[in-house]
C-alpha cells in the first residue's frame, strides 16, 4: 500500500464569509498524478492553496505526507498561477529559480554549491539553460511559466502542485510539458489545475471535478452525473482518437 | 571650493550624505520593489512623532524618531492584519497621527524649539557629530542584517507566497525589512527632512533599477546616485543660497524624468 502524500478530511473554506470550499474529502496516495478541473471560481486555486500550505481552511483538516502543511519541511513544490504579467523585477533567471532552494536550515547562510547545481539542473529540465542570466521580466509568458516550475523543481519536492501551467499558444510546447509531468510522476506525486481536459484525459492517472465541493472516485472517469454537478450544465466532450474516454459513454 | 572642507559643518554635511546614501541605496531597492512607498513615508511622517516626543522628553530626537517609526512599521503591519482594515487606510491614519502627535508635543514644550523646520525640510548643514555616529552604527546594521538576509529578502520581495511554501519565517522577515526601512528614513529626515524624504528612497532606485538588471547592482548604483544628487544638490543650493533638501529633491526629479524618458525610448527601440 503506497504512501498517503495528501489527504484533506472535512476541509471547508470561507472568504469573506463566502463559501469557497465545502466539505472537501480528498486522499491522494505517493506518486499519483492528480487532474483537477472546474469552472472557473470553482475554487481550484483555493485548493491547491490549502494543500501547499498557504490558507489555513476555516474548518477540517490537511495533511500532507502525514503532517499538517506548515510542519512539511521541503516537501512541497509550489508553481502558483501566472497572474503578474507586468512583473518587472531586477533578477535574472537563474535568482529566481535559486530561491527554490530556500528553506529554514540555510537561513541566513550563502546558496552552496549543492544548490547551484540543482538550480541549473532544474533550469536544463526545463529547457531553459541558456536563458539563465536573462532578466526574469524579459521573458515570454510561458517561459517565466516555465522558469517558475524550474524553481518548484530546485526544491526537489515530494509533492508538486501546480496551478494552470499550460497557457502559452505553442501546444507543441504544451504537449512536451505533459510529457515531461509524465516521466516526472516517477519520483514525485503531482497535482495540477488545468483547463486543458484533453491533455489530462491523455497524461494523468485521476481526475476531480471541482466547483466548490469535490467529485472524484479516485479514478479517471468522469461519470455525466460528476460533470452535471461541477458544471451545472451537460457539457459534451468528444475527445477523439484518445486511447482512453473521460467521459462514460452516455 | 576646497578651502570650504575646512569647515567642520560641511565635512558633517558630507559625512552625513554619503551614510544616509548607503542606506537609501540598499533600503530604496527594497521599498522600490516591494512596492512599500507609501508605507514608507507613513513611516517617515509618523516620524515626526517621535521628533517632537524627543523634544518633549529633553530627548536627542533621533531616539525618539527610531523608536517611533519601528513601532509604526511594524504596527501598521499587525493592525492591517489583526483589525482586517485595509493596509492603505491604516498607513493614511497612521500618518496623519504621527504630524499630530508630533505638533501637540513640539507645543508642550517650554521654551523654543530650534530645529523644528529643520526636520520637516532637512538641514544637512546643521548635523551634529554624535548623530553622525547614530548614522554610523545604523549603517552597520543595517548592511549586515542585509548582508545575511540577501537570499530570503530577495525571495520574499519577488514572490512572498512562493516564500511561505519554503517554510521561511516570511512575516518576520517583512519586519525585519520594515524596520530597515525605519532607520532609513531617520537617517534621511537628517538630510531632507520629513516632507522630502521619500525622494531619495526612491528616485535613486528608481533611476539605478533602469541601466542594471540584479538587486545587488541596483544597490549599488542608488547609493552612488544618492551620493551624487546630495553634494550635488548641496553645492547648488549653496551657489543658488536656496535651501539644502529641497534643491537636492528637485535635482533628482529632474534626474529621474530624464531616465524614465531616456528608459521609456530604449525599451522601444529592444
Same mark, same amino acid.
Given at each position: 500500500?503506497?504512501?498517503?502524500?495528501?489527504?484533506?478530511?472535512?476541509?471547508?473554506?470561507?472568504?469573506?464569509?463566502?463559501?469557497?470550499?465545502?466539505?472537501?474529502?480528498?486522499?491522494? =496516495?505517493?506518486?499519483?498524478? =492528480?487532474?483537477?478541473?472546474?469552472?472557473?471560481?470553482?475554487?481550484?486555486?483555493?485548493?491547491?492553496?490549502?494543500?501547499?500550505?498557504?490558507?489555513?481552511?476555516?474548518?477540517?483538516?490537511?495533511?500532507?505526507?502525514?503532517?499538517?502543511?506548515?510542519?512539511?519541511?521541503?516537501?512541497?513544490?509550489?508553481?502558483?498561477?501566472?497572474?503578474?504579467?507586468?512583473? !518587472?523585477?531586477?533578477?535574472?533567471?537563474?535568482?529566481?529559480?535559486?530561491?527554490?532552494?530556500? !528553506?529554514?536550515?540555510?537561513?541566513?547562510?550563502?546558496?552552496?554549491?549543492?544548490?547551484?547545481?540543482?538550480?541549473?539542473?532544474?533550469?536544463?529540465?526545463?529547457?531553459?539553460?541558456?536563458?539563465?542570466?536573462?532578466?526574469?521580466?524579459?521573458?515570454?509568458?510561458?517561459?517565466?511559466?516555465?522558469?517558475?516550475?524550474?524553481?518548484?523543481?530546485?526544491?526537489?519536492?515530494?509533492?508538486?502542485?501546480?496551478?494552470?501551467?499550460?497557457?502559452?499558444?505553442?501546444?507543441?510546447?504544451?504537449?512536451?510539458?505533459?510529457?515531461?509531468? !509524465?516521466?516526472?510522476? !516517477?519520483?514525485?506525486?503531482?497535482?495540477?489545475?488545468?483547463?486543458?481536459?484533453?491533455?489530462?484525459?491523455?497524461?494523468?492517472?485521476?481526475?476531480?471535478?471541482?466547483?466548490?465541493?469535490?467529485?472524484?472516485?479516485?479514478?479517471?472517469?468522469?461519470?455525466?452525473?460528476?460533470?452535471?454537478?461541477?458544471?451545472?450544465?451537460?457539457?459534451?466532450?468528444?475527445?477523439?482518437?484518445?486511447?482512453?474516454?473521460?467521459?462514460?459513454?452516455? | 571650493?576646497?578651502?570650504?572642507?575646512?569647515?567642520?559643518?560641511?565635512?558633517?554635511?558630507?559625512?552625513?550624505?554619503?551614510?544616509?546614501?548607503?542606506?537609501?541605496?540598499?533600503?530604496?531597492?527594497?521599498?522600490?520593489?516591494?512596492?512599500?512607498?507609501?508605507?514608507?513615508?507613513?513611516?517617515?511622517?509618523?516620524?515626526?512623532?517621535?521628533?517632537?516626543?524627543?523634544?518633549?522628553?529633553?530627548?536627542?530626537? #533621533?531616539?525618539?524618531?527610531?523608536?517611533?517609526?519601528?513601532?509604526?512599521?511594524?504596527?501598521?503591519?499587525?493592525?492591517?492584519?489583526?483589525?482586517?482594515? /485595509?493596509?492603505?487606510?491604516?498607513?493614511?491614519?497612521?500618518?496623519?497621527?504621527?504630524?499630530?502627535?508630533?505638533?501637540?508635543?513640539?507645543?508642550?514644550?517650554?521654551?523654543?524649539?530650534?530645529?523644528?523646520?529643520?526636520?520637516?525640510?532637512?538641514?544637512?548643514?546643521?548635523?551634529? /557629530?554624535?548623530?553622525?555616529?547614530?548614522?554610523?552604527?545604523?549603517?552597520?546594521?543595517?548592511?549586515?542584517?542585509?548582508?545575511?538576509?540577501?537570499?530570503?529578502?530577495?525571495?520574499?520581495?519577488?514572490? /512572498?507566497?512562493?516564500?511561505?511554501?519554503?517554510?521561511?519565517?516570511?512575516?518576520?522577515?517583512?519586519? #525585519?525589512?520594515?524596520?530597515?526601512?525605519?532607520?532609513?528614513?531617520?537617517?534621511?529626515?537628517?538630510?531632507?527632512?520629513? #516632507?522630502?524624504?521619500?525622494?531619495?528612497?526612491?528616485?535613486?532606485?528608481?533611476?539605478?533599477?533602469?541601466?542594471?538588471?540584479?538587486?545587488?547592482?541596483?544597490?549599488?548604483?542608488?547609493?552612488?546616485?544618492?551620493?551624487?544628487?546630495?553634494?550635488?544638490?548641496?553645492?547648488?543650493?549653496?551657489?543658488?543660497?536656496?535651501?539644502?533638501?529641497?534643491?537636492?529633491?528637485?535635482?533628482?526629479?529632474?534626474?529621474?524624468?530624464?531616465?524614465?524618458?531616456?528608459?521609456?525610448?530604449?525599451?522601444?527601440?529592444?
Amino acid at each position: 500500500m503506497p504512501n498517503l502524500a495528501v489527504e484533506l478530511e472535512r476541509v471547508s473554506v470561507y472568504l469573506d464569509s463566502k463559501s469557497v470550499l465545502e466539505d472537501i474529502n480528498l486522499k491522494v =496516495l505517493e506518486n499519483d498524478f =492528480l487532474g483537477i478541473i472546474g469552472p472557473n471560481g470553482g475554487g481550484k486555486t483555493t485548493l491547491l492553496k490549502v494543500i501547499a500550505g498557504l490558507l489555513k481552511p476555516t474548518t477540517g483538516s490537511v495533511k500532507v505526507y502525514g503532517k499538517p502543511p506548515s510542519k512539511t519541511g521541503n516537501v512541497i513544490g509550489y508553481v502558483p498561477q501566472m497572474n503578474r504579467p507586468d512583473l !518587472n523585477f531586477p533578477a535574472t533567471v537563474l535568482d529566481v529559480v535559486l530561491t527554490g532552494r530556500l !528553506n529554514r536550515s540555510n537561513l541566513t547562510k550563502p546558496y552552496s554549491e549543492a544548490d547551484k547545481k540543482a538550480a541549473l539542473e532544474a533550469l536544463k529540465a526545463m529547457g531553459l539553460e541558456g536563458l539563465k542570466d536573462e532578466l526574469i521580466g524579459k521573458l515570454s509568458g510561458g517561459q517565466r511559466q516555465r522558469v517558475f516550475i524550474a524553481r518548484a523543481l530546485a526544491t526537489e519536492p515530494k509533492l508538486l502542485l501546480l496551478d494552470e501551467p499550460t497557457l502559452s499558444v505553442d501546444r507543441r510546447l504544451d504537449t512536451r510539458f505533459w510529457e515531461f509531468l !509524465n516521466e516526472l510522476k !516517477n519520483k514525485m506525486t503531482i497535482i495540477v489545475v488545468t483547463h486543458d481536459i484533453s491533455a489530462l484525459s491523455k497524461y494523468v492517472d485521476k481526475i476531480a471535478c471541482l466547483n466548490r465541493r469535490l467529485y472524484y472516485n479516485e479514478s479517471k472517469q468522469i461519470t455525466q452525473e460528476m460533470w452535471m454537478e461541477a458544471y451545472q450544465c451537460p457539457v459534451d466532450i468528444i475527445a477523439h482518437g484518445l486511447p482512453h474516454r473521460v467521459i462514460e459513454d452516455h | 571650493m576646497l578651502e570650504l572642507l575646512q569647515y567642520e559643518f560641511l565635512r558633517n554635511a558630507i559625512y552625513s550624505a554619503l551614510l544616509a546614501s548607503i542606506a537609501c541605496g540598499i533600503i530604496g531597492v527594497y521599498v522600490v520593489v516591494n512596492r512599500i512607498v507609501f508605507l514608507s513615508d507613513g513611516i517617515s511622517h509618523a516620524a515626526f512623532g517621535g521628533i517632537g516626543l524627543g523634544y518633549f522628553l529633553g530627548l536627542n530626537p #533621533i531616539y525618539s524618531a527610531i523608536a517611533f517609526s519601528i513601532a509604526v512599521a511594524v504596527g501598521v503591519g499587525a493592525t492591517s492584519k489583526k483589525l482586517g482594515a /485595509r493596509e492603505d487606510t491604516v498607513i493614511g491614519v497612521i500618518w496623519a497621527v504621527g504630524m499630530a502627535v508630533g505638533i501637540v508635543f513640539i507645543r508642550l514644550t517650554p521654551g523654543y524649539v530650534p530645529d523644528l523646520f529643520s526636520y520637516l525640510f532637512g538641514n544637512i548643514l546643521t548635523v551634529p /557629530r554624535s548623530d553622525l555616529i547614530v548614522m554610523l552604527v545604523l549603517d552597520l546594521i543595517l548592511v549586515l542584517t542585509v548582508g545575511f538576509l540577501f537570499k530570503e529578502l530577495l525571495a520574499i520581495s519577488f514572490d /512572498r507566497e512562493f516564500a511561505q511554501t519554503l517554510r521561511l519565517p516570511v512575516n518576520l522577515i517583512y519586519y #525585519i525589512l520594515l524596520t530597515l526601512v525605519a532607520f532609513t528614513v531617520v537617517m534621511l529626515i537628517r538630510v531632507v527632512g520629513v #516632507i522630502l524624504v521619500m525622494a531619495l528612497l526612491t528616485i535613486p532606485a528608481a533611476v539605478s533599477e533602469i541601466f542594471t538588471k540584479r538587486l545587488l547592482h541596483m544597490m549599488f548604483g542608488a547609493a552612488a546616485l544618492s551620493l551624487l544628487f546630495t553634494l550635488l544638490g548641496l553645492w547648488l543650493s549653496y551657489v543658488t543660497n536656496l535651501p539644502s533638501g529641497a534643491t537636492i529633491v528637485i535635482l533628482a526629479a529632474a534626474v529621474f524624468f530624464v531616465t524614465m524618458l531616456y528608459g521609456r525610448g530604449r525599451r522601444r527601440l529592444s
